[in-house]
């Protein structure tokens, strides 16, 4: 189904009727990256970033889930030394449908000197906060058991109630270690020492920055996927990445943040682990036999496009297969 870009040419809109009442009647939702200088300088309502924040408000997907994983095959390609990344194994939970990006009142006006100014609102409500925090500390638990929220409580009222109503819903997860950590600090502390995290819980904005930082942790921000999940109905799936216009119709693009996605999608949409647990195990053989898009080669692996890239990912999805029969 088309939007973004997509379906802006075709329609005229981001986010056509049919495409948000297709993909409310899915079982999950696999989405491809968005964005090109095409659109850019469309007016807000025509861009389609807008697209994709009306698909998570109609899709009600509160809770991000962002993971970053430095794969050993992979260690090289991260910016940080190797000591510093070797090991990372994170989630960072984003609020994703509060906050912010959608918090009113929000415009543009004339403040009393008459200059133009523009405004947002940061609002949560208790109620946004609970469930994004009991999704977070589900996720810990199942992970290694410690959960870092981060906020601004020193600063903004609306992270003070997040700081309080995180610490609230902890009583009902004893076995998870909570702390606070200020976004600034939280900032700092991926980059001088990541490992130190398990998993993050943030609002809307915070999410969206720290979880692309770390990203590149990893070394590529074209390897990571990320799931976006609502109380009920289907979730989101898509590449944290966007559509690389810079390289589009190049067979340069790095596919193995949307296989992983697809990966997640089975994961956590349709609860097939097993099927999952194969593609993400297809991908890490790939990666061994040193296969690698542009953005992760390195001096003694093999350089291919994003056709084959897929392709091998594939040839292993199906040796893996025929072991097992």
């Not at 997509?6 to 899915?26: C, F, K």
């Not at 200059?115 to 810990?140: K, L, M, P, Q």
């Not at 692996?301 to 072991?323: D, H, I, P, R």
Request: proline share 4%; hydrophobic share 40%; net charge negative.
């Amino acid at each position: 189904m088309p939007m973004g870009g997509a379906a802006l040419d075709l329609t005229g809109v981001p986010l056509p009727d049919e495409t948000l009442a297709t993909a409310r009647q899915s079982d999950a939702v696999l989405l491809g990256a968005i964005g090109g200088y095409k659109w850019d300088n469309n007016e807000k309502h025509l861009k389609p970033e807008t697209g994709l924040l009306q698909l998570r408000e109609g899709l009600k997907v509160f809770a991000n889930l962002r993971p970053a994983t430095v794969l050993p095959q992979l260690v090289d390609a991260s910016t940080l030394k190797k000591e510093v990344a070797e090991g990372v194994d994170l989630m960072v939970v984003r609020e994703l449908t509060g906050g912010i990006y959608f918090g009113k009142p929000r415009g543009f006006s004339s403040n009393q000197n008459g200059e133009e100014i523009g405004f947002n609102t940061e609002v949560y409500a208790t109620s946004e906060i609970d469930r994004i925090a009991r999704v977070a500390f589900e996720t810990a638990r199942k992970r290694h058991g410690k959960l870092c929220s981060v906020d601004k409580a020193n600063v903004l009222e609306a992270s003070m109630l997040w700081r309080r109503r995180v610490t609230a819903i902890a009583l009902e997860y004893p076995d998870v270690e909570l702390t606070h950590m200020y976004v600034d600090n939280a900032a700092m502390q991926l980059v001088r020492n990541p490992k130190q995290f398990d998993t993050i819980v943030t609002n809307n904005i915070f999410g969206d920055i720290l979880s692309d930082e770390a990203s590149m942790i990893t070394g590529s921000i074209g390897m990571l996927p990320s799931a976006s999940l609502a109380a009920k109905g289907p979730g989101l799936f898509e590449p944290i990445h966007g559509s690389a216009p810079d390289i589009a119709g190049q067979d340069k693009a790095n596919p193995l943040a949307t296989v992983l996605s697809a990966a997640m999608l089975l994961k956590y949409g349709l609860g097939e682990k097993d099927a999952a647990e194969r593609i993400e195990a297809a991908v890490l053989d790939t990666l061994s036999r040193g296969f690698r898009t542009g953005d992760i080669y390195s001096d003694g692996n093999t350089l291919v496009g994003c056709k084959q890239m897929g392709e091998e990912v594939l040839k292993s999805v199906e040796s893996e297969v025929l072991a097992t029969v």
